[in-house]
């Protein structure tokens, strides 16, 4: 029997539904009746898998309903599916194309299907996302109040500067309830912040933003993060080589820490001025810290083991 891919397209209202090789396409409705409809259908004649592109959020429903039918599910970059569009030739951007093109692009690269988080997980997730946000605009607001002139307008920044800095506090008290009052997260947690470096908040972006840690290998767990560099060569042509890719705001978690760790870690430190001493310049050396401390992370989480200098 031909493998059977499955595309869905996510809106705000409804699913638009792609089947390969068939070349089958329905709709159903983004709210339970739809959902149940689509699981019913894919049940039966199960698909070899089934690829929703990640839409701001809107996926997560589809996504849960499908993976609590035990179906396989991967959910795609948007940005992947779109270059794949281009190559395909495919201009023109309608639900029911999308659709097309994500059950195409399953068909074609086969990506391998991954457990979507549960809903814990997904909570935690979009607290550290909001903790990050509320940073953010701080940053952005005490900005503006240096820049302005007005006196009326000071003010309104620094009764907004005010407000944010109440509701920090709220989401870290939210956070922590969250990971403490978990066994598995509170066991992860203990062991990260043995890490020279790595304190709570960092160590709850870690768990947030790659609950894969301690699953992968080394390098598929820095490709995950955008830190596996990548060769550019042509014939006789040797570029640079680059990273990027990956989860920013985990890259950006473990810049911080690589920064912190340069100053009092002594194992990193010492790996950080071999490499300067070598001629590296200083942010690829950075980033090679960076790497080193997600491999070590990723291995303290896969022995269940505390950070040991040796």
């Not at 590296?280 to 997600?294: C, D, F, Q, S, T």
Request: net charge positive; proline share 6%.
């Amino acid at each position: 029997m031909d493998a059977i891919y499955v595309g869905i397209d996510v809106s705000k209202d409804r699913l638009d539904v792609h089947v390969r090789p068939s070349d089958e396409a329905f709709v159903v409705s983004r709210d339970g009746k739809g959902l149940e409809e689509l699981v019913d259908r894919l049940r039966i004649q199960p698909p070899t898998l089934i690829a929703i592109e990640a839409t701001g959020g809107f996926e997560t429903i589809a996504a849960a309903a499908i993976a609590a039918a035990s179906l396989p599910l991967v959910v795609l970059n948007p940005a992947q599916v779109r270059h794949f569009a281009q190559a395909l030739g495919k201009r023109a951007k309608t639900d029911p194309i999308d659709a097309e093109v994500i059950a195409r692009f399953a068909e074609a690269v086969k990506p391998q299907p991954r457990p979507v988080p549960d809903q814990q997980a997904r909570l935690l997730a979009e607290l550290v996302a909001r903790r990050r946000q509320i940073i953010e605009m701080i940053v952005a607001e005490r900005q503006r109040e240096k820049r302005v002139e007005n006196v009326r307008v000071r003010k309104s920044l620094v009764r907004t500067i005010r407000t944010l800095e109440k509701e920090l506090p709220q989401i870290d008290g939210d956070i922590d309830t969250l990971v403490r009052g978990s066994p598995a997260w509170r066991e992860k947690e203990d062991l990260l912040v043995t890490f020279p470096g790595v304190k709570n908040t960092l160590a709850r972006t870690f768990l947030a933003e790659v609950p894969e840690l301690g699953r992968l290998t080394r390098r598929e767990i820095a490709s995950l993060a955008g830190l596996a560099p990548y060769t550019r060569r042509s014939g006789r042509w040797i570029g640079r080589s680059m990273i990027g890719g990956g989860r920013a705001p985990l890259r950006a978690a473990l810049y911080m820490a690589a920064l912190s760790a340069i100053r009092c870690n002594p194992v990193l430190k010492g790996f950080y001025q071999r490499l300067l001493s070598s001629g590296k310049p200083k942010m690829v050396a950075l980033i090679a810290v960076a790497r080193k401390i997600l491999t070590i992370l990723n291995a303290m989480l896969r022995d269940q083991k505390q950070w040991q200098p040796a």
